[in-house]
């Protein structure tokens, strides 16, 4: 009963690298989400999938890049990472619209 | 653009005591509000979805209700116990899946 796993669990990198975040979920659940969560700005939405192959921007999706080739996969890549960049990352899912959302445990990430 | 607020942004009570905590959101035509709770260095946990239609929702302990067209939701604790100590968050859907967040309520229950 796994649910919805992140990893790594901590990430510490340089600006300029490349870093790919991994959200796994056992739930054939249709939507993923991911968030960053930071002191002052709260829980912001980076970006969403309604189903394999389907993907849309949130509020701040500039800098990252997203695939969903299978329903239960939703890596997050940091194309060349940035101090701002410097975050916890919580990945998310639910299976329809309206329905409770439930989260993994969090990366936290630091671009040094 | 939706915004929600959070007040107080911190609560410190004794154990055993009754307490609100409280959510406002600017624009009303919300599909459902969740209310989430997340523990120091963990993920976030759905506590009460509310949607729309509805005026409440409980689950133990836990009341959430819900004013819609005043903008306002409210998480009633009953006999809040130190194993509440968390951080409650609220969240509103307007259109589908796609949450704002509140900045969330600390909340320390002290034995």
């Known amino acids: 009963d796994a649910g919805i796993t992140q990893s790594p669990r901590y990430k510490i990198t340089e600006t300029g690298r490349q870093v790919t975040l991994m959200c796994h979920q056992t739930?054939?659940?249709?939507?993923m989400f991911w968030y960053r969560q930071d002191l002052g700005h709260g829980l912001r939405l980076i970006y969403y999938s309604a189903a394999a192959d389907i993907t849309d921007k949130g509020e701040v999706p500039d800098g990252y890049v997203v695939s969903r080739s299978k329903t239960e996969n939703f890596p997050l890549t940091l194309e060349s990472a940035t101090r701002s960049q410097t975050s916890v990352y919580f990945c998310?899912?639910?299976?329809?619209?309206?329905?409770?959302?439930?989260f993994g445990s969090g990366t936290q990430l630091s671009v040094l | 653009k939706q915004e929600v607020t959070q007040i107080p942004a911190a609560l410190s009570v004794p154990e055993g005591e009754n307490l609100v905590l409280n959510c406002s959101f600017t624009?009303?035509?919300?599909?459902?509000l969740q209310w989430f709770r997340q523990d120091p260095g963990k993920g976030l946990t759905s506590l009460l979805l509310?949607?729309?239609?509805?005026r409440e929702q409980t689950s133990g302990r836990l009341n959430a209700s819900l004013d819609k067209s005043s903008g306002r939701s409210t998480l009633y604790i009953a006999a809040s116990q130190p194993g509440d100590s968390a951080t409650y968050l609220c969240a509103v859907a307007n259109a589908g899946n796609m949450l704002t967040f509140g900045g969330g309520t600390r909340l320390m229950v002290k034995p």
């Open positions: 739930w054939s659940h249709s939507y």
């Open positions: 509310i949607q729309s239609s509805q």
């Open positions: 998310a899912s639910n299976r329809d619209i309206g329905e409770k959302l439930f």
């Open positions: 624009d009303s035509a919300i599909y459902n």
